[in-house]
């Protein structure tokens, strides 16, 4: 098993910035991908960032310029760094990670079986 804990979130006006963690502990080695996903009320979960094998980092076309995700493989910790924040970015934020088999462009929830409790990033205007 494995387990993420994520933090970071909080409340940001428009334009500011934070930067959120996942640590994985637990029967981990090194997870193969990891990678961040947001839901806001009301909406589907969405794929925003992943990292794959601290190779590869895939982004969705609407944070692409704005948030970086990086990893520290030796901690297991991945992190988002979100800079130019909109009122739209408002939402929980999970983390995931996937320690088997994974391809190479992990961009959907399918890819991953383990999943953080999320954190809330609220963006005030």
């Known amino acids: 098993q494995v387990q993420l804990v994520e933090s970071g979130g909080g409340l940001v006006q428009a334009g500011g910035s934070l930067r959120l963690s996942c640590a994985a502990s637990?029967?981990?080695?090194?997870?193969?991908?990891m990678g961040w996903f947001r839901q806001a009320p009301g909406m589907e979960r969405v794929f925003v960032a992943a990292?794959?094998?601290?190779?590869?980092?895939y982004y969705a076309d609407f944070v692409k310029g704005r948030f970086t995700i990086s990893r520290d493989s030796n901690k297991n910790t991945v992190f988002l760094q979100m800079n130019s924040l909109e009122p739209e970015d408002t939402a929980v934020y999970y983390c995931?990670?996937?320690?088997?088999?994974?391809?190479?462009?992990?961009?959907?929830?399918?890819?991953?079986?383990?999943w953080g409790q999320g954190t809330q990033v609220t963006v005030s205007s």
């Open positions: 990292s794959w094998n601290d190779v590869f980092t």
């Open positions: 995931a990670a996937e320690t088997g088999a994974v391809r190479k462009t992990p961009r959907t929830r399918l890819d991953y079986h383990y």
């Open positions: 637990g029967r981990t080695g090194s997870p193969n991908a």
